[in-house]
């Protein structure tokens, strides 16, 4: 008969979390890290901080007598594969923001708070909190509080040193001031520039870098004193400022985001059926990145338009085209007037036609 083996004082190890991928104190780390950002971004109507299951944020602090409440989610895309093997994360986190508020205020919403969502197969905290740093930042600059978000640590799910992000912003509005308001015939379209490429067209950039044969290291081509990754990785800009002062003032009927779609596939969406935005190409100078694009990709200005902003990042549509125009001026920026709506059949779906073509060869 075998006797069984007399009992050991320490139990045989078992798995732990640490060991199947998952480093719950680097995620405590990454929490510590970032709270004095996401603090800095507080603003009337938040309550609490980081850390609970949910956040609050009370409308009538913020203000507000009669609000509609406007939600928005978006991410940042491929350009994120610049940042991983570029290693600059520090400005994905305001394209991340941007690219929400922006959505917001073209409905005349003013963004009160923002949530972020970012995933990886293995938490590197510097790195990921660069990217919440860059969050925070677009936060305080469009005047929305940072009051959460979700790090989530997958091992399996992804590539060694990838990682994807999600945003969440939500704005409120006076119910009697949403936009679009009395768009009509005879309305002048104001364009607002764009940084760049801004978060659009991603896969198409980085598939004619490729067909370059450009390291993301080199000297950029269409822009002095930088390397291509960090001429390309220039932030979205962020639009809300400008956009919700000329709302304020009544100076404006309408505002479109120009984001994936371009002009024609984002400006017909905030139009009325029987109005056609008449632009004209030629009055706003095509920004370098666009003609390098263009021509280093061999692709055709009808394929530009509707994959890029190519220039205009924002299009604001005014009643009162002086006005508004001084006003932005006084406001640091320069506008330009980019085309007219005009009248078609009243059964006509929205659209855009250009009067002239915009030129890439530059």
């Known amino acids: 008969m075998t006797s069984a083996p007399p009992p050991s004082s320490t139990p045989p190890a078992g798995a732990t979390y640490r060991d199947a991928g998952v480093d719950i104190e680097a995620g405590d780390a990454l929490v510590d890290a970032i709270k004095p950002a996401a603090k800095a971004t507080d603003r009337p109507g938040t309550m609490g901080g980081l850390g609970g299951f949910g956040a609050l944020f009370d409308l009538k602090a913020a203000g507000f007598a009669d609000p509609v409440l406007v939600s928005c989610t978006d991410g940042v895309g491929t350009k994120l594969m610049i940042a991983i093997e570029s290693g600059l994360h520090e400005t994905v986190g305001i394209d991340l923001v941007a690219m929400c508020v922006n959505d917001l205020v073209v409905q005349g919403a003013e963004p009160l708070f923002f949530l972020d969502y970012f995933a990886t197969g293995r938490l590197a905290v510097e790195d990921a909190a660069k990217v919440v740093r860059g969050i925070a930042q677009g936060c305080a600059e469009s005047g929305c509080a940072l009051v959460g978000g979700e790090t989530a640590e997958m091992p399996g799910m992804y590539a060694a040193g990838h990682y994807d992000l999600a945003g969440f912003s939500v704005g409120a509005a006076e119910r009697a001031a949403l936009l679009p308001n009395a768009i009509a015939a005879g309305d002048t379209l104001i364009g607002l520039s764009a940084s760049g490429v801004h978060s659009n067209g991603f896969s198409l950039v980085r598939a004619i870098v490729a067909r370059s044969g450009l390291a993301w290291n080199a000297p950029c081509p269409f822009a002095e004193g930088q390397t291509l990754a960090e001429a390309l990785m220039t932030p979205t800009r962020l639009y809300v400022k400008q956009v919700l002062d000329l709302h304020r003032q009544g100076l404006i009927q309408g505002a479109a985001h120009i984001t994936g779609g371009g002009l024609p596939g984002n400006l017909p969406r905030v139009l009325p059926a029987g109005l056609t935005a008449a632009i004209d190409g030629a009055s706003w100078q095509i920004p370098p990145v666009f003609r390098w694009l263009a021509q280093t990709g061999q692709v055709d200005a009808d394929e530009m338009l509707k994959v890029f902003n190519c220039g205009i990042g924002m299009v604001l549509i005014a009643r009162d085209a002086d006005a508004a125009l001084a006003a932005l001026r006084t406001a ?31």
């Open 332 to 362: 640091g920026e320069s506008p330009v007037v980019i085309g007219k709506l005009e009248a078609s059949t009243p059964d006509t779906p929205a659209g855009l036609r250009f009067t002239t073509h915009p030129d890439f060869t530059g």
